[in-house]
């Protein structure tokens, strides 16, 4: 066995040393370019499925999301709700939020936008829109006749629908709203956020003391978001559990279900990334074969004659196999090479601006590891073939070329 | 003790192309003394190159039997046959066929690696056979920095590399020119001279095959 493996591995060397440079040289750099291929697309749909949930997470819901039973409109005993939630260890914070359609103007322009009445010390504690305020000021609990806008209301700071928008408002100006309940109350803009998730950016939001004076409601909202400790992210069904035994009757979901268009997005993203991934794999895999088979076809005079001095068959089916898996090795350090230093640093700087947000490349290193077993696994299957196929010819037909 | 290496009883050999059956063999006796020098020459079609592979394992007759020193090699496998072709018999075809990417040396040394030898003695080994053969200063050239003949030389040090019982060459001259075909043939007698070693050559040119101590003549695949 230790003498084949030596033999193979002495011809497949020679064959690499003193074999066709440019034709070594051509077919690493496919492979390679197929694997910065594979490990980019990876990378890629990861960066844009983590800035997805992260943005869904940060901006829209937290991590659980507490909402009225089927028949209700409303949480009642909203505080209540809120004390037990927050005395479960691991909760960072809840925030109750009430929420409606309005319409708001400013000059000629108007639009509708829902509002979200928040207990800004507590929003704070779930979401991060307070670090996202790009012009003034975010609320504090005490604000009246104040409010905070997206960018995609204001039509300010490179809003996307800006045609949509109030067109140009500033902070400090003041705008018009209409609830649902008749009232028209004008408003003071404080601040305006751009949290790069456009679902976020079309959101205004007033104090919960504002929104229960204006429509006579207490203790009610639309929703509880809760936020809850890091290093348990992942585990959010064993909180909805707590929540449930504590005797919270509300509907409660994780925000994974809760965000059923983000979820189908990321299904439809690791389906692409499976397609793209497995397309540059079967790439990289038959330029592996072509290469293997092209040698083979030009040796086959060769190996006729080595079987035929005795050179044990799977011993050339090995010499083979390891030319194709040092393709498939140098290609693939090579990418990564390519790949760690001018493609990631690349999108690191100049992340791409998707409606989601900014997406730069997530690295993963399970993804790579298994990129590259696919690859080495690939390439074996494609030295394999073609060898095996040559040495299956008649000796006498594959030294005499017929 | 058996004085025959080879003896071949009865060998028949049919080709089907087709609906068409070509009989290349038709039922050829021949036995090989050791240490013998023999020719097989013949018309072109006669089965003379039919013959040679048949006794030499590379192709199975359709019926007969082969034996070599002793053993009947017609009822191994092919995997035996492959180990029988690597530790016992030794091959020179038409067209030099060395590999391209070994040196001379590591040419020669290639049949001693799949048998276990050690780096050092396949080297030593090896380059005593081209100096034999009366190539050893080429021992690192490439088949590419050799002539026609130098690579025929190649050739025959890796068929004697494993100090073979029987050395098998199928035309090994065709493809040379006059007087380095002479020196090919004189290096065989001198092999056969002086070490002993039972030779079974094929060629279509009477004035080398003259110099083998027997001919063996094959028409329409049968002995004459």
């Known amino acids: ?402 | 003790m058996n004085e025959y290496i080879v003896e071949a009883e009865d060998l028949v050999k049919i080709y089907r192309m087709g609906k068409v059956e070509v009989r290349a063999l038709n039922g050829v006796s021949i036995k090989v003394k050791k240490g013998e020098f023999i020719s097989v020459m013949g018309p072109s079609g006669s089965g003379k190159s039919t013959l040679l592979h048949q006794l030499g394992l590379l192709d199975t007759p359709t019926s007969g039997q082969i034996v070599i020193d002793g053993i009947n090699v017609s009822r191994l496998s092919e995997r035996k046959k492959g180990e029988f072709r690597l530790k016992e018999l030794g091959y020179v075809f038409q067209e030099y066929a060395i590999l391209p990417e070994l040196t001379a040396m590591e040419n020669v040394y290639l049949p001693l690696m799949m048998l276990g030898v050690g780096r050092d003695k396949c080297r030593r080994k090896a380059l005593g056979i081209l100096e034999q053969v009366g190539i050893g200063e080429l021992a690192d050239h490439l088949p590419r920095e050799l002539s026609g003949g130098e690579q025929q030389r190649v050739a025959i040090a890796r068929a004697l590399v494993n100090n073979p019982k029987i050395l098998f060459a199928d035309e090994p001259t065709a493809n040379l020119d006059s007087v380095t075909s002479k020196r090919i043939i004189d290096l065989f007698k001198a092999l056969n001279q002086e070490l002993g070693q039972t030779i079974v050559m094929v060629t279509h040119e009477q004035e080398l095959g003259r110099m083998a101590d027997r001919i063996v003549h094959l028409r329409d695949g049968e002995v004459v």
């Open chain 1, 1 to 402: 066995m230790f003498e084949r493996l030596k033999v193979s591995s002495f011809l497949a060397y020679k064959s690499i040393v003193q074999g066709n440079k440019s034709t070594i040289l051509l077919t690493v750099l496919i492979i390679s370019l197929a694997f910065v291929n594979m490990v980019f697309t990876s990378s890629l749909f990861g960066g844009l499925t983590e800035t997805s949930n992260n943005q869904v997470i940060d901006t829209v819901c937290g991590d659980i999301v507490i909402v009225p039973r089927e028949d209700e409109k409303w949480i009642e005993g909203v505080s209540n709700i809120q004390k037990k939630i927050d005395a479960i260890p691991g909760v960072v914070g809840s925030s109750a939020r009430y929420r409606c359609g309005v319409t708001i103007s400013y000059e000629d322009e108007s639009g509708g936008w829902e509002i979200y009445s928040i207990d800004p010390i507590r929003e704070m504690l779930v979401t991060n829109i307070h670090e996202k305020v790009v012009e003034g000021e975010y609320l504090t609990r005490s604000d009246k006749d104040e409010i905070v806008i997206g960018k995609e209301i204001s039509g300010t700071h490179g809003a996307v629908f800006e045609q949509e928008s109030l067109k140009g408002v500033k902070v400090g100006e003041k705008v018009s709203v209409v609830f649902p309940n008749g009232v028209k109350k004008e408003y003071r803009v404080k601040g305006i956020f751009d949290s790069t998730f456009i679902t976020a950016d079309r959101r205004a939001f007033i104090t919960q003391k504002e929104m229960e004076s204006v429509l006579g409601i207490d203790d009610r909202a639309s929703d509880i978001i809760v936020r809850i400790d890091e290093v348990d992210k992942g585990e959010e069904e064993k909180y909805i559990t707590q929540f449930k035994e504590l005797g919270i009757g509300e509907e409660i979901r994780s925000w994974k279900s809760y965000t059923g268009i983000i979820e189908s997005m990321v299904k439809s993203f690791d389906i692409i990334n499976k397609m793209v991934g497995g397309i540059g794999l079967l790439v990289a895999a038959i330029t592996i074969f072509i290469v293997i088979y092209v040698n083979v076809i030009n040796k086959r005079k060769q190996m006729g004659i080595l079987r035929a001095v005795g050179i044990k068959e799977d011993v050339i089916i090995g010499s083979l196999v390891m030319q194709a898996i040092f393709f498939a090795i140098c290609g693939s350090i090579i990418g990564l090479v390519f790949f760690f230093l001018a493609v990631a640093p690349y999108f690191v700087a100049h992340p791409l601006h998707f409606p989601m947000g900014d997406v730069t490349l997530l690295i993963s290193y399970h993804a790579i590891i298994i990129n590259l077993a696919s690859l080495i696994t690939a390439s074996l299957i494609a030295g394999f073939i073609p060898s095996w196929m040559s040495v299956r010819e008649n000796i006498l037909d594959a030294i005499w070329v017929r």
